[in-house]
C-alpha cells in the first residue's frame, strides 16, 4: 500500500518511494537522510497531533504533518 | 600558526571536543554579519601551538541556512590547514553524508568518531581500518566526553595538515560522474580552486554556485535535457543526495558490526519520552519544570516550607548575612546568590562612601549613586540571570529543550512562530536579558527579530514592584479593585500585547513562512558540568563587560541629568524636580497627555515620565524615583521599603489628580516600552544590524504609546472602544489585501 508520511499511524513502517514539495524543505528532507529507499518507522505524535517523531537512519526525526505530507512511502 | 576547523552535526559532541582541545584558550565571538556562536581556542601540546576554529554544528553544505553558508565559506575561503569532521558514531549513516561532501573540497581531512564509549557499550564494533581505506584519510576513534584519543587525534591531523589532498567525490553514477569531470576540467581551465567541490555542487544546481559560475551552468543544463532518472525527474539535487546516501549505505554502514540486529531498538531515551512527550502528561509536566526552575531563582520561600519552620528558626538578624537565609522561609539559591553579592556590594559602597566623606557632596553622590549605585543595581541582576541561564543551559544540553519545542509547536504556529519560541518568551518572566540571549537556539532570523522584540512585554521580575505599587495605590486611594486582580489583568495585558504584536510583524514586516521544523531529536544525556560552567563564564564576561560599558556609560548620563540643573548646579535628590532631567520631563510633558500623565495634570505629569526614564537603568528605579519625587513635593521624608511604594504613589495622587485610567496606563508604558539598558544590549547583540536595532527601539517605543494610550482613552470613555476596533478592523483588512495582492505578484 502506497501513502504519504502524515497518513501513518503510530508503530507503522514504510520505505520512501518519493518526495515532493517546496525545494528548500526538499533539500533538508534529504540532507536528513530521507531519501528513495530510506526506511521510516512511525514512533510518536505530539501530545496536539502534530508534530510527529519518526526513527530513519537509526536516529529520531521529529518534522510537521505538514512536511510529512510531502513523503510518499510503501507500507511495510 | 597552523589553523584546524572542527566540523560535525549538531549533537555529535563538537562543544565538548571544542572544550576539549582548547581548555581556557576559548573564546566566544559572532560571526561577520550573523549571530551564530564563533568559537576560537589555541591547542598548546604540540611545539607549536595550533589555532583551533568551531564551525557552526550543520548537517550539510546546502546553500540554505546561515550556519551552513558560514561554515562552506570558511573552509573555501579561509583554508584552513585540517579540517577534523567529527561524527556521532552512534548515528554513522546520516553523520557520513556531511563527510561525503567535505571530502570534495581540496583540503587535508581527518575524521573522529566520537562517543566510541556508547558505541562499545551497546556491544557494537565499527572496522575503522576499513572505513579510513574507503575514505583515503585518517579515522581516529575519540571520546569526546571522556578525553579519549584526543592526542591521537590531533597527531594524526598535524601529520596530513601539510599534505596536499585533492576532493573526491563518492558518486558513482557513470553519466554524472562524467558531467561532474566535464564541469571540474572546465573550472579548472578558469582557475578555479577547489573544483571537485564546485563542479558537485553545480550539478546540484546550487543557487549560490549558480550565480558563481554562470558560464558553467550550461553545461549542466545540457545534460539534464539528455538525462532523465527514474524517480528523480531532473531533480538532480535529491538524485545526488540519494548518491550520497547509497554510498554510504554500501560501504560505510557494513563498516559497523551490530550486536542487535533489530532495526528499532527501544532505547532508555525511547523510555524517557514515553513519559516527557506523554500525549496527555507531556504539557503539565513541562509547566512543572518550567515552574520549578522559576520557583530556584526568584523564589524566597523554597518549597512554601516557611509555614512549617519555627519562626525565627535561622535568624541571621543582625549580622552581614542577614538576608541570605531569608525571614519566614528559605531563599532559593538565585535569590541567595543575589543577596551575597548585595552584601558585597554595600561593603564596597559603605566603603567608598566612608572614604569620600570629605569630597564635594557632588563627587561622592556621583561615584556612588551614580557610577557604583549603577553597576551594582546591575550586578545585582547577574546572579539570578545566571542561575537560570543555567537551568535553562541543562534543558539545551539534556536534550529535553528539543521535545519543549516538538510538544509545543503546534500552539505556536497560529502566530508565525515555532515551538522553541516559546521557552525565551517565557523565560522574559523571568529576566529579559537571558530570555534574549536565549533565542539564539531560533533558526529562522526574522522569528528571531520578533521575538527578541516581544520579550520585554513578558512583565520580567524587576517589572514587578511597579506592578504592585501602583495597583496597591489604586486599590488604597479609589478603593476599587483588587491588587492581585489588578496584578494579573497587567501581566495578561502584557502577553496579549506581545502576541497581538508577533502576528502583526510576522504579517507586515517581518514576513516569512512559519520556519521548517525538520530536526533531529537528540537523545538524552547527562549534560556536561564542564561544557556548563565554560558558558556561564562566557555570558558572566559579556555581560559584565557589557554593565562597565554602554550600560554604565548610559547609566551616568542619567544619574548627571537627574542631579545637574541646567546651571550645572549639583542638586541633592530632594531637588530632583529642578534638575535637567526635570527640565526635560516639563518639556515633553504634553507627548504623555495621550497616555494621561501629561499636561492634564496641572502641570505634574511630568513625575511620571521622569520615573519612567530613570527606568531604563533598572525598571526597580521606576518605584524609586517616584518616592524620591514624592518627597520633593510635600517635602517630608517618603520611605518606599517599608510599603514597596505604595505610598509614595498615593501622594502623587493626590497632588497630581491623575485618573485611575491613567494609572493603568502609566503601569502597561513601563511594562512595554524600551526595557532597561542591561536588556537593551542583550538586545542589540542578538540583532543581525543596527538598522534592525533601530527598529526595535522605535517599535518598543510605538507599542507602549499605543497600548498605554488605548487603556486610557478606553478607561476615560469606553466607546472609544468601538473606535480602537474599527481602526483595528481597518489595519487587519488592509494587510489582509496587502498580502494577497503581493501573493498574486509573486506567483
Redesign the interface.
Given at each position: 500500500m502506497i501513502k504519504t508520511l502524515d497518513k501513518f499511524s503510530i508503530g507503522e513502517s514504510g520505505v520512501v518511494i518519493s518526495v515532493s514539495g517546496e525545494r528548500k524543505i526538499k533539500r533538508r528532507l534529504y540532507d536528513m537522510g530521507i531519501t528513495n529507499g530510506a526506511e521510516i518507522y512511525l514512533r510518536k505524535k505530539a501530545p496536539l497531533g502534530d508534530p510527529i517523531e519518526v526513527t530513519v537512519r537509526s536516529y529520531e526525526l521529529s518534522l510537521r504533518n505538514s512536511e510529512a505530507s510531502c513523503i510518499t512511502l510503501e507500507v511495510t | 600558526m597552523h589553523r584546524f576547523a572542527l566540523a560535525g552535526n549538531p549533537n555529535s559532541g563538537k562543544t565538548t571536543l571544542f572544550n576539549g582541545l582548547t581548555g581556557s584558550t576559548a573564546h566566544v565571538g559572532n560571526w561577520p554579519g550573523v549571530t551564530v556562536d564563533k568559537r576560537e581556542g589555541v591547542y598548546k601540546k604540540f611545539d607549536e601551538p595550533i589555532a583551533i576554529v568551531d564551525l557552526p554544528g550543520i548537517?550539510?553544505l546546502?546553500p540554505?541556512t546561515p550556519e551552513e553558508v558560514i561554515a562552506r565559506n570558511y573552509i573555501l575561503d579561509e583554508k584552513p590547514d585540517c579540517v577534523i569532521n567529527i561524527i556521532d558514531a552512534t548515528?554513522l549513516?546520516?553523520n557520513l553524508?556531511l563527510t561525503t561532501q567535505l571530502l570534495e573540497i581540496d583540503v587535508p581531512m581527518v575524521l573522529a568518531l566520537n562517543m566510541m564509549d556508547a558505541v562499545e557499550k551497546r556491544g557494537d564494533y565499527i572496522d575503522e581500518k576499513a572505513l579510513e581505506n574507503r575514505l583515503g584519510i585518517p579515522v581516529v576513534k575519540i571520546s569526546a566526553l571522556k578525553g579519549e584519543g584526543l592526542d591521537k587525534l590531533m597527531e594524526r591531523a598535524h601529520q596530513v595538515c601539510s599534505v596536499i589532498r585533492y576532493g573526491k567525490t563518492v558518486i558513482e553514477d557513470v553519466a554524472l560522474k562524467h558531467l561532474i569531470g566535464d564541469i571540474k576540467i572546465a573550472l579548472e581551465g578558469q582557475g578555479v580552486s577547489n573544483p571537485m567541490f564546485h563542479a558537485v555542487k553545480l550539478a546540484e544546481f546550487d543557487e549560490i554556485e549558480v550565480l558563481m559560475h554562470k558560464d558553467t551552468v550550461n553545461m549542466v543544463e545540457a545534460f539534464k535535457k539528455s538525462h532523465q532518472y527514474d524517480?528523480f525527474g531532473d531533480?538532480f539535487?535529491?538524485l545526488i543526495?540519494?548518491a550520497r546516501?547509497?554510498y554510504i549505505t554500501k560501504y560505510f554502514s557494513p563498516t559497523l558490526k551490530r550486536k542487535n540486529k533489530e532495526?528499532?531498538v527501544v532505547t532508555p531515551?525511547?523510555k524517557a519520552?514515553k513519559v516527557l512527550?506523554?500525549?496527555?502528561w507531556?504539557?503539565p509536566i513541562f509547566l512543572v519544570i518550567l515552574f520549578t526552575i522559576f520557583h530556584l531563582t526568584f523564589s524566597e520561600n523554597l518549597f512554601f516550607l516557611g509555614g512549617l519552620l519555627p519562626e525565627g528558626w535561622v535568624s541571621f538578624e543582625g549580622t552581614a548575612f542577614e538576608g541570605v537565609f531569608g525571614a519566614g522561609g528559605i531563599n532559593s539559591p538565585g535569590v541567595m546568590l543575589m543577596s551575597l553579592v548585595e552584601i558585597l556590594t554595600t561593603f564596597i559602597s559603605d566603603g567608598v562612601a566612608t572614604l569620600l566623606a570629605t569630597s564635594p557632596e557632588w563627587v561622592s553622590g556621583l561615584i556612588c549613586d551614580g557610577v557604583l549605585g549603577g553597576i551594582f543595581a546591575i550586578l545585582g541582576f547577574l546572579p539570578q540571570i545566571l542561575v537560570l541561564f543555567l537551568f535553562f543551559s541543562i534543558l539545551e544540553d539534556s536534550g529535553y529543550m528539543?521535545r519543549i519545542a516538538?510538544?509545543l509547536?503546534?500552539?505556536l504556529r497560529k502566530f508565525g512562530l515555532s515551538?522553541r519560541a516559546f521557552l525565551p518568551m517565557i523565560m522574559g518572566f523571568g529576566c529579559s536579558v537571558p530570555a534574549m540571549i536565549n533565542t539564539r537556539t531560533l533558526a529562522d532570523e526574522k522569528e528571531k527579530i520578533a521575538t527578541v522584540r516581544v520579550i520585554p512585554f513578558f512583565s520580567c521580575g524587576a517589572k514587578l514592584p511597579i506592578l504592585t505599587a501602583v495597583s496597591g495605590a489604586i486599590v488604597g486611594y479609589f478603593g476599587v479593585g483588587n491588587v492581585d486582580f489588578i496584578t494579573y489583568g497587567m501581566y495578561l495585558i502584557g502577553m496579549i500585547t506581545a502576541l497581538v504584536a508577533v502576528v502583526l510583524m510576522r504579517e507586515t514586516t517581518l514576513k516569512g513562512d512559519t520556519p521548517?521544523?525538520?530536526?533531529?531529536?537528540?537523545?538524552y544525556h547527562a549534560p556536561q558540568l564542564w561544557n556548563l560552567v565554560m558558558l556561564l563564564w562566557d555570558k558572566a564576561k559579556h555581560f559584565i563587560h557589557k554593565a562597565f560599558t554602554i550600560i554604565l556609560a548610559s547609566t551616568i548620563i542619567i544619574w548627571v541629568i537627574s542631579h545637574f540643573s541646567f546651571s550645572w548646579n549639583y542638586l541633592s535628590d530632594d531637588l530632583m524636580h529642578q534638575s535637567i532631567l526635570g527640565g526635560l520631563g516639563q518639556l515633553i510633558q504634553p507627548l504623555f497627555t495621550p497616555l494621561g500623565f501629561g499636561s492634564q495634570l496641572n502641570g505634574m505629569g511630568w513625575v511620571f515620565a521622569v520615573a519612567a526614564i530613570t527606568g531604563l537603568i533598572a525598571k526597580e528605579n521606576v518605584v524609586s524615583t517616584l518616592g524620591t519625587l514624592a518627597t520633593c513635593l510635600i517635602g517630608t521624608m517618603i520611605d518606599i521599603e517599608s510599603d514597596g511604594g505604595v505610598g509614595a504613589v498615593s501622594i502623587m495622587i493626590a497632588n497630581t489628580g491623575i485618573t485611575l485610567p491613567a494609572l493603568l496606563a502609566f503601569i502597561a508604558f513601563n511594562m512595554t516600552t524600551i526595557p532597561c539598558f542591561a536588556a537593551v544590549a542583550a538586545a542589540k547583540g542578538e540583532m543581525p544590524n543596527k538598522k534592525k536595532f533601530n527598529w526595535t527601539i522605535v517599535f518598543w517605543v510605538i507599542t507602549s504609546y499605543i497600548v498605554a494610550s488605548a487603556l486610557y482613552l478606553i478607561g476615560t470613555a469606553w466607546w472609544t472602544a468601538f473606535l480602537y476596533l474599527a481602526v483595528a478592523i481597518v489595519a487587519i483588512t488592509i494587510i489582509k489585501f496587502t498580502n494577497k495582492k503581493r501573493e498574486k505578484i509573486g506567483k
Open positions: - | 548537517y550539510s546546502s540554505y548515528n549513516e546520516r553524508y524517480g531533480d539535487e535529491a543526495a540519494d546516501y547509497k532495526k528499532f531515551s525511547d519520552d512527550t506523554h500525549k496527555i507531556g504539557i528539543a516538538f510538544i509547536d503546534r500552539a515551538g521548517p521544523f525538520i530536526m533531529e531529536l537528540p537523545a
